[in-house]
Structures are given as structure tokens and as C-alpha cells.
């Protein structure tokens, strides 16, 4: 279990997961935070998709895994201008207002990697954050400084009802509630290496290449996650996904490189499982049973059935297929 030690009991960083695939995110996340010598608490929220399997290995490195029920937009109008109409389950966020337990929190999406150590995030206040690259004068949801509080949330899910969002999102949601972030309080910026999003296409590159070294947070946003490369742990390459967004090399192999040697060594242990033979080109996906399975990114056409936590889990999606497939690549690069 996570060792609550010398840490600080009010404060905590917390993430949100919907489903197994997301967790692998939120693992690495939460080891990242470790790694980089965190005193703060580790809070988790989950919803009832998240398997029990993937729970327990949640608690090796989280101090708080908390059940909330999925609050959803059901604005696709608005979800459409974002042509990603998954986010609305992103509403669930909200309940991160309800962990009172705590004093002061720093929200953090699991599709993040820490690099740095990042507990002076505790010495801002509500509601700071960093600026969205896509409009500035807006923050990014991503990663953000808050105070837990019942007052709150009920003003966000009034908000929610009398005014909605403008994209459909938590993120609209948040900016029209915390609507004097642009204006009110510069101290409430927070620096973009706090949330630097690497997705090339967002990137400016000279100031990636001279400010780089001082990047604390990374934000894989879009579609193209670090688990949906292929990651050759023998040579230390990538094969990017098809399609989608693409992200500076260097990260997403900081991010496999953690889920190699942190991460995965615990779910051989714990599962008794050895993935050491399955990692030649592993597509990570997740079984039943909470494992990762090998498939290609350009044979998974139910990628976003399983992103969306929609498995088949009698049918195609059950463990013995993906052991199945696994083989059938393995005695193919074995000829």
C-alpha cells in the first residue's frame, strides 16, 4: 500500500480515471510524483468502470482512491466543435471539489508525466492554472491549483445547469465559473512549464529547445497518448500511433521509460505474469484481469470502445484472445 510517511496530510495531488486504460496513465503519473520526491498526499478518483485488478495496483502508489458516480455534459452540440465528444464524461472532474478531507489540492489530468518536483504548486491559491495554448486569455484544465469545498461545487453544478460550457468540456465550465482568471490575479498564472502540452503541433519549438530544461509538467494532450505507441525497451524506440497528434520524442520515452522500470515490474509481481517476452512492440491496452495486452495500432479499430472503458469482455476483448494474439505475433517475428 501507499506509505502515507512524512507526508503532508491536508494537501494532495489528485487525478481522475474512467476506465483501466486511462490508469495506466494515472500509474505513471502517480510514480512520476513519487520519483520526484513529493510530500504531499496522492488522491485518486475513480468511477465504477475502473476493474477491481486495476484498483489494487492504484493503491501501490496512491494514498486515496475514491468512488465518484460519472457526471456527463450531454451537450454533444457544444462537444462537437471539439469534434470529441468523449470529454463530457470530463464533468465527473467536478467531484474533486468534494474531497474535503483536504485543505488545498492540485488537480492533475492522468495523461500528465511530473518531471520535477512541483509541491510549491501549494503555495498558490484557487483558482490558478496555466494559460490554454489554444486562447490564452482561457486556462487549461489540465493542472490546477484548488481549494475543496461543498460551496463550490454546488456554485459549479449551478453553473453547469444555468450556463453550461462552452465547449462542452470541464474546461469551458471552469473558465466561465472562474471567469476573472484572465484579469483579476497574475500571481494565479501559473508558468507554462507547470502545463507545457507537447504535442508538436502546438509547440514553439525555439523556446522548447531553450527553456526545455526547466519543464516540470508535461501534458500529452489529444488523442495520441503515450500508451498508444509502441515502445521498444531493447533500443529505447517509439512507432508513433497513426493518426492523431504527435508529441517530442524525448517525453513519451520518459513516459515508457518510468511505465518499464516502475511500473510494470509491480503488475509481474502482484499478477504473477511475466510481460519481459511481450515487450518487442507492445500497443498498451488492458485485459479483464488488468494487464496489458500487445496489439498494433493499426489493427486496434476498437481503440476508442475501449478508451470509452466499452469492453467485450466475453467476446473478442477477452483475456484468452489477446493471449491468443500475442502468441500469434511472437511465432511470427520468431520465423
Known amino acids: 500500500m501507499a506509505s502515507s510517511m512524512n507526508k503532508v496530510e491536508d494537501e494532495a495531488f489528485v487525478t481522475l480515471v474512467t476506465n483501466d486504460v486511462y490508469s495506466y496513465g494515472a500509474l505513471v503519473l502517480g510514480q512520476s510524483l513519487r ?14 468502470q475502473v476493474t477491481q485488478a486495476m484498483r489494487r495496483q492504484l493503491t501501490f502508489i496512491y494514498d486515496v482512491i475514491q468512488q465518484v458516480d460519472p457526471l456527463d455534459s450531454q451537450d454533444a452540440a457544444h462537444l462537437a466543435l471539439l469534434t470529441r465528444p468523449e470529454l463530457g464524461i470530463t464533468f465527473t472532474k467536478l467531484h474533486c471539489w468534494r474531497l474535503t478531507q483536504f485543505k488545498k489540492c492540485v488537480f492533475l489530468d492522468a495523461d500528465c508525466l511530473v ?3 512541483v509541491d510549491d504548486l501549494f503555495e498558490r491559491e484557487e483558482l490558478s492554472a496555466a494559460p490554454d495554448v489554444g486562447w490564452p486569455d482561457c486556462f487549461n484544465s489540465g493542472v490546477f491549483v484548488f481549494r475543496p469545498s461543498e460551496e463550490t461545487y ?15 468540456g470541464d474546461q469551458g465550465l471552469l473558465n466561465t465559473f472562474f471567469n476573472t482568471w484572465a484579469t483579476a490575479d497574475i500571481k494565479r498564472h501559473l508558468p507554462f512549464v507547470y502545463n507545457m502540452t507537447s504535442a508538436v503541433s502546438y509547440s514553439y519549438r525555439p523556446a522548447l529547445e531553450k527553456f526545455g530544461r526547466d519543464i516540470k509538467i508535461v501534458h500529452f494532450i489529444g488523442t495520441s497518448k503515450p500508451w498508444r505507441y509502441s515502445y521498444y525497451p ?13 508529441h517530442a520524442e524525448r517525453y513519451i ?70 493471449e491468443k494474439h500475442i502468441d500469434t505475433v511472437l511465432n511470427d517475428k520468431s520465423k
Open 35 to 48: 520519483d520526484a520526491g513529493t510530500t504531499r498526499q496522492l488522491a485518486i478518483m475513480v468511477t465504477p
Open 115 to 117: 518531471l520535477q518536483n
Open 154 to 168: 454546488q456554485g459549479l453544478l449551478q453553473c453547469a445547469v444555468g450556463q453550461g460550457s462552452f465547449d462542452g
Open 234 to 246: 531493447e533500443t529505447g524506440t517509439l512507432t508513433a500511433p497513426d493518426g492523431g497528434n504527435y
Open 253 to 322: 520515452k520518459a513516459w515508457w521509460e518510468t511505465f518499464y522500470k516502475r511500473v510494470r515490474p509491480r503488475i509481474e509481481e502482484e499478477q504473477g505474469i511475466d510481460l519481459s517476452g511481450k515487450f518487442g512492440k507492445l500497443h498498451l491496452e488492458v485485459s479483464p484481469s488488468g494487464s496489458p495486452g500487445e496489439s498494433s495500432p493499426t489493427e486496434d479499430p476498437q481503440l476508442q470502445q475501449w478508451e470509452k472503458g466499452q469492453m467485450d469482455y466475453l467476446g473478442k476483448d477477452s483475456y484468452q484472445n489477446i
